[in-house]
């Protein structure tokens, strides 16, 4: 830890706060007082019994603040941390993108990150910083404390529809800014890129970090991940557009509400089908839906707003978010917080 130099450390380990410290980046904290070259601020401490998840704006991050408590995630690209800033105590999720690229497009790719920092939507994880460190890009992420809606079905099994509709409109806000507003497709929706936390919040995460990797790597639409979630016209290399991200949505929540991959009879399907098998299935066959035995009218008519073939007769994100099955629950006491809260945190999640 080379230029950090703290300016008084005399209480135990354990007791928090340390009162007052300076950073590698040059952050000032006493107290609730925080100076950096942005100025004086006051920055609230996390009370006893709270953990400090990252609510960081004001602090200037480098990596050599930040300390790992313990890998929470494995993706094709990378290894998920949660990390805990040493001096704030904030926590972090901090994703590591080990990249096989020229450096200048790796400087790139971190400038253009840089620029989606901007986010302002409560439905998008925020990404607090990124860097680009010996070889590799590191994403400073708000860390989500109970994971992926891929680790909560593990749990739960199935989501039953008022809590659903709830998730739905969550993510749908978060399509909303990113179709409408940033006039962006997030292209790989799936249940391990929406997360959640104790709080009943659901975001959506990894936006702009597949689309950016295969552009720098002047591959515009390689995609690395899975392609369970892929729409159609994708998987046949037609042009495509927002109502993509419709698609995989539909199939996200079909999956909640059945408890498998609706493209499977069962979870325990002896033997799934070869990737080529399913991608043709994808293609060709017609399109899952909620059976009408099991599910109210309104979220059978969601899903198949969602889940048709042909993009046009999609809905989209902005016409879903007064759809009645969202409608339905508004005004319902559904509180997300508790069905989150009452999970286990994700342990090891190495795949
Ligand atoms: P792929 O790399 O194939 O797209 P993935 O989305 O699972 O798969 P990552 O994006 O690297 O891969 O994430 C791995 C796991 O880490 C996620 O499934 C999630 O459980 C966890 N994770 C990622 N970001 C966060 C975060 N901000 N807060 C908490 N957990 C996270
Ligand atoms: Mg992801």
Known sequence: MKSVKQLKLSVPAQQTPITSFLTASGTFQEGDLLLNHKGLRLVSQPKDNESPVSDAKDIDITLEDLETVKVIGKGSGGVVQLVRHKWVGNLFALKVIQMNIQEEFRKQIVQELKINQGSQCPHIVVCHHSFYHNGAISL?????????????????????????????????????????????????????????????????????????????????????????????????????????????????ILECAIGHFPYLQSEDQQSWPSFYELLGTIVESPPPSAPPDQFSPEFCSFISSCIQKDPRDRLSSLELLSHPFIKKFEDKDVNLGVLFGSLEPPVSLAR
């Open 140 to 252: 400073v992420l708000e860390y989500m404390d109970r994971g992926s809606l891929a680790d909560v079905i593990k749990q739960v099994k199935t989501i039953l529809e008022p809590y659903l509709a709830n998730v739905c409109k969550q993510v749908l806000q978060g399509l909303v800014y990113l179709h409408h507003e940033r006039h962006v497709i997030h292209r790989d929706i799936k249940p391990s890129n929406l997360l959640v936390n104790h709080k009943g919040e659901v975001k959506i995460t990894d936006f702009g970090v597949s689309a950016m990797l295969a552009s720098s790597m002047g591959q515009r639409d390689t995609f690395v991940g899975t392609y369970n979630y892929m729409s159609p016209e994708r998987i046949s290399g037609k042009t495509y557009d927002y109502s993509s991200d419709i698609w995989s949505l539909g199939l996200v």
